[in-house]
């Protein structure tokens, strides 16, 4: 009886041993291969895309070679999408957003729009390679994104790319506005209306979005060569009509030599 109560005890602790072991062992080979694939997930995501960051924008762009035409035509702005309600959360992430996106086809690119603290702003721009996606995503994303409770809504993006700069000191005449803005961040286009009488209105054009954003911000940090009253802001086409019948003085497109009145002949 002692010698099979001693058996006994000896086989229960010998399993509990072989239990505790394999069940670490278990544990430890599970975390071995989450951690294998997290990494090969990473170095896919790294494989397809590049990530930069620039002043407020973190940009995820993919690495493919595109046609030149496509390339150029995303790079205007075709098929954009606007991310808004993104959440201040570790979870909504730039990387979880393209890696949801991309479900439904290849990313162009995603600008991520953070403060100062690297928190998100709120917003984001999103394309996809393939532009005519964009109505497709208007209807899965908004859906998979309320499923993975990221609550992220999607819209077309307005793609604005027009800045209005008004109250320049009349010291400035519309030549020396055209040197100077050209200094601060290259344009496109530049039209400017005679609204009154040696009072002008400048509408800046950029390439896409991103550009104005970017101009926008800079010619904000400047604006006091202007004068003191002078002022920047994103253009509305309805605004034409606060300015009256104003006289197109000048409409340039930087780079293309089209110019409906010479600068020169701006004073």
């Not at 990473?42 to 595109?66: A, C, H, P, W």
């Not at 606007?82 to 086809?105: D, M, W």
Request: hydrophobic share 40%.
């Amino acid at each position: 009886m002692t010698n099979d109560l001693a058996t006994s005890v000896f086989q229960s602790t010998i399993s509990a041993i072989w239990s505790h072991w394999f069940s670490h062992a278990f544990c430890a080979r599970v975390a071995w291969i989450s951690i294998f694939f997290f990494f090969l997930i990473k170095m896919d995501f790294e494989n397809l895309y590049r990530t930069s960051q620039v002043n407020g924008t973190i940009y995820i762009t993919t690495r493919k070679e595109l046609d030149k035409d496509l390339k150029s035509s995303l790079e205007e702005g075709a098929g954009e999408l606007f991310l808004t309600a993104i959440r201040q959360n570790p979870h909504c992430t730039p990387e979880k957003i393209v890696e949801v996106a991309s479900e439904l086809g290849e990313i162009y690119a995603l600008r991520f729009k953070i403060d100062f603290s690297g928190q998100s702003r709120g917003y984001a721009y999103l394309q996809y390679v393939n532009e005519a996606l964009k109505e497709a995503a208007l209807e899965y994303l908004p859906r998979r994104f309320s499923q993975l409770n990221l609550q992220i809504r999607v819209l077309t993006s307005n793609n604005n790319r027009e800045l209005l700069l008004n109250r320049v000191h009349k010291s400035f005449s519309p030549w020396q506005v055209y040197q100077e803005m050209r200094k601060i961040y290259p344009f496109a286009i530049l039209r400017v209306y005679e609204f009154r009488y040696d009072e002008f209105i400048y509408i800046f054009g950029y390439r896409n979005n991103d550009a104005a954003a970017n101009a926008h911000q800079s010619i904000r940090n400047t604006i006091r060569r202007f004068g003191g009253r002078a002022h920047i802001s994103w253009f509305k086409s309805e605004e034409l009509s606060k300015w009256g019948q104003g006289k197109l003085l000048l409409l340039s497109k930087i780079g293309q030599g089209k110019h409906t009145a010479g600068p020169k002949h701006c004073k």
